[in-house]
């Protein structure tokens, strides 16, 4: 069982919402969309399932073409952010109704209801309404009446977006082992770089309209394309300042240098751009080969265990994030350090020339 979209596009009204893409998704797994709002994601699940038609390409299910074929017409199930259930049903109803209209035999209904309340743990809610569950069990009724379709393709929509933090969390490592044993391709949206971690299978990452990278999400994560796939792929984005390569050595801005190894030693000389993620900044030098930044301090975000702080660097804004309490004067000078392994390097076009050395020992 596959999906393939080939070089599928949408325009609406002259603006491009997706530029041709490319993608195979394969039976039984989970393919994480990350990027931005207004980055295309929403945009490409309707052109999956078949709610908006393509201007250009083909979409082929398990072979056949089904460009243009309606989504009734396909064994497809979607959940949206917002609860979509129906509040005058009960939730053994809820689940039940896309198998009534089916046509199912009450024994098969019945016999399907119980064995996804069970795997969605709402068996002790089944004779409730919606409206008597709380956010996250609403949650999980919806998905519920997804799964019980036994689609074959099930998009979900940044599903966990209204929920609050501990629900999240919750359903964020209960639904990659929920999804194991469906069998479907799953296609799940979200901005946030941490969940298509936690969620792991693929990721394909979107900017503006584009695909950028498809791959497995350790592989997107850890050496990211260019410079666009890493920004999207890092929460807060990934930080970039200039370097010059002029032989076996690097020279950045403050008059900082570092030995070109690995990778970094066989590009030519010139010039390039750094990438780092703000959680390998560092207050205090961890070894000797650490490099030393002159930055000032803009803001200071604290969330509890951790601290976001905002640094100017000669015009560059940069973020870091520290681990504990900061107590830090704002406007004051602040060296902030970098371990050089954590290092990506870009060409002029943004594409990666040099993967980071930890990423590759990984």
Known sequence: MTLELKGVSKVVNGQTHIYPTDLTLQKGTMNVLLGPTLSGKTSLMRLMAGLDVPNT????????????MRVQDRKVAMVYQQFINYPSMTVYDNIASPMRLLGKSASEI????????DLMQLTPMLDRKPLELSGGQQQRCALARALVKDAGLVLLDEPLANLDYKLREELRAEIPKIFAEAGSIFVYATTEPEEAL???GNTATLWEGRVTQFDETPTVYRNPIDATT????SDPPMNFLSVTKAGKKLSFG??????????????????????FRPNHVELKRAAKSDL???????????TGSETFVHLDHHGDRWVGLIHGVQNLELGAALPVYLNPSYIYMFDANGALVAPASYATAA
């Open 292 to 302: 030393e930044f002159d930055t000032k301090l803009v803001v200071t975000e604290i």
């Open 57 to 68: 390409g083909r979409i082929i299910w398990n072979g056949d073409d089904v460009t243009g």
């Open 110 to 117: 019945d016999a399907a209801v119980r064995k996804t309340a």
């Open 254 to 275: 403050d008059g900082q240098s570092a030995s070109a190894t690995g990778a970094m030693a066989d590009l030519a000389d010139g010039q390039y751009t750094a990438g």
């Open 230 to 233: 890493a920004r999207v792929f």
């Open 198 to 200: 936690l969620l792991g």
